[in-house]
């Protein structure tokens, strides 16, 4: 029998502020332009989710909400603490059954690759990327997440290796996810924008400022 749709998609992000989201863009980019290419990539993601079926949707965000976010979220605080931790808590905003959360870094997401994976019998689901961490970790029990996610080192090459494994070894029917890359550098800027869907406002703002530089 398949799984029900989702009942909560989460995005986890930061308010895309110079200086305090993507750093490592900078250079070549300026703290104002890495601070764009964000708020594109946020944008972009937050319309992907509007558009994948689920019953809510929420943002839980680091800061303050701005004209870039478009209706239809539940915004809430991310909680104090390590990545593991406001992880583990963003879950805790879901209400009962399949929940998945993304975050701000991949915007080449579309519709349908979120949409599938709650089509699939499975307890968890696993979105690896490229760089050893992960984009995607999905829940049929919210609940667990606390066990399942706190004390995961994050930022690290192993990070999707260990919390990969620590579904696996808690039982879990894991369903992995096509892997992705994250923005975090320039190269994975230009590769990323070259992924995107047509239309998308991350691949536009790269263009714009490749342009410009000529």
Same mark, same amino acid.
Request: hydrophobic share 40%; with cysteine; proline share 9%.
């Given at each position: 029998?398949?799984?029900?749709?989702?009942?909560?998609?989460?995005?986890?992000?930061?308010?895309?502020?110079?200086?305090?989201?993507?750093?490592?863009?900078?250079?070549?980019?300026?703290?104002?332009?890495?601070?764009?290419?964000?708020?594109?990539?946020?944008?972009?993601?937050?319309?992907?989710?509007?558009?994948?079926?689920?019953?809510?949707?929420?943002? /839980?965000?680091?800061?303050?909400?701005?004209?870039?976010?478009?209706?239809?979220?539940?915004?809430?605080?991310?909680?104090?603490? %390590?990545?593991?931790?406001?992880?583990?808590?963003?879950?805790?905003?879901? =209400?009962?059954?399949?929940?998945?959360?993304?975050?701000?870094?991949?915007?080449?997401?579309?519709?349908?690759?979120?949409?599938?994976?709650?089509? =699939?019998?499975?307890?968890?689901?696993?979105?690896?990327?490229?760089? %050893?961490?992960?984009?995607?970790?999905?829940?049929?029990?919210?609940?667990?997440? %606390?066990?399942?996610?706190?004390? /995961?080192?994050?930022?690290?090459?192993?990070?999707?290796?260990?919390?990969?494994?620590?579904?696996?070894?808690?039982?879990?029917?894991?369903? =992995?996810?096509?892997?992705?890359?994250?923005? =975090?550098?320039?190269?994975? #800027?230009?590769?990323?924008?070259?992924?995107?869907?047509?239309?998308?406002?991350?691949?536009?703002? /790269? #263009?714009?400022?490749?342009?410009?530089?000529?």
């Amino acid at each position: 029998m398949n799984a029900p749709a989702w009942t909560t998609l989460l995005v986890i992000a930061k308010e895309p502020v110079p200086g305090r989201v993507k750093t490592r863009l900078t250079p070549p980019y300026t703290p104002q332009e890495a601070a764009t290419l964000a708020e594109a990539a946020l944008t972009d993601t937050l319309h992907t989710v509007l558009k994948t079926p689920a019953r809510r949707r929420v943002l /839980v965000l680091d800061g303050a909400h701005g004209p870039w976010l478009p209706s239809g979220f539940d915004v809430v605080p991310q909680a104090h603490g %390590g990545l593991d931790e406001r992880i583990a808590a963003a879950f805790t905003h879901c =209400d009962d059954g399949p929940a998945l959360l993304v975050g701000m870094d991949t915007p080449q997401l579309t519709p349908d690759l979120l949409a599938q994976p709650a089509r =699939d019998d499975a307890d968890a689901w696993f979105g690896p990327a490229a760089d %050893g961490g992960f984009w995607a970790l999905g829940l049929t029990d919210p609940a667990r997440a %606390g066990d399942l996610v706190r004390g /995961v080192p994050m930022s690290t090459d192993r990070t999707g290796l260990i919390q990969r494994r620590r579904l696996a070894d808690a039982g879990l029917l894991v369903h =992995d996810l096509p892997e992705l890359r994250d923005v =975090d550098t320039e190269t994975d #800027a230009a590769t990323v924008a070259a992924c995107c869907p047509p239309g998308s406002r991350f691949a536009a703002t /790269v #263009a714009s400022y490749t342009e410009a530089a000529r």
